[in-house]
């Protein structure tokens, strides 16, 4: 689970890595035999019984930077990602984080460059809102309403979903099934883990080799509960 990607001077929430950072978290994969794919590859993979040497890969919020640093670093090493983005926010910055600093986001176009460099493009709500506390329109508007705005923009089809800050309970998992999604991305969603509530483990700065292994063996435990995921 990535987010941003650039200057990680000013980090207050940890959700900036720089390129060079990628970079080298992407060649440690690599050099391991693992390859990073978009979640929709990935998922299709484990449902052959297949891609024990993949990794999916995602990045959150849809930061603008995706296109100048994250893509440049997955052309690279070869792999894929899968991008959500927000398309109540095209063009705006990351105001849900009151600490800043504000970071642009993808405008229509961006997102249909990554699209166009095969990056799958996933919802992450229309406006960034902690879906367990949306009332009913809320709830419908950040996941059926995003969804129908990314595959007009796109002109592809929209599978995956991403809870925004990672909080998901029953009701926001059923309103994201009821959206038409196939998957959706949590963090570490304990009972509900499953297919419409993936766990994940943060990729960040400070993530050398030593750290990225241990993570890696700590996300076998976490998602056994996530059969045949």
Known sequence: MYHSVGDATDDPYRVTVTP??????????????LRGVSMTDLLAARAR???????????DDGYADFVEHALPCLRRWDCGATLFVLPGRLGGVNAWDPLGPRKPLLTAD????????GVEIGSHGLTHVDLTRADDAALNAETAESRALLAELTGAPVTGFCYPYGTVDARAADAVRAAGYDYACAIDPGALTGPYALPRVHVGQN????RLLLKTRLHRLRRRAAAGV
């Open 110 to 117: 961006g997102i249909r460059r990554a699209a166009a460099e």
């Open 207 to 210: 993530d050398t080799a030593l």
């Open 49 to 59: 019984g297949e891609g024990r040497d993949l990794v999916g890969l995602t990045f």
């Open 20 to 33: 060079d950072r990628l970079s080298a978290q992407l060649g440690w994969l690599r050099r391991r035999g």
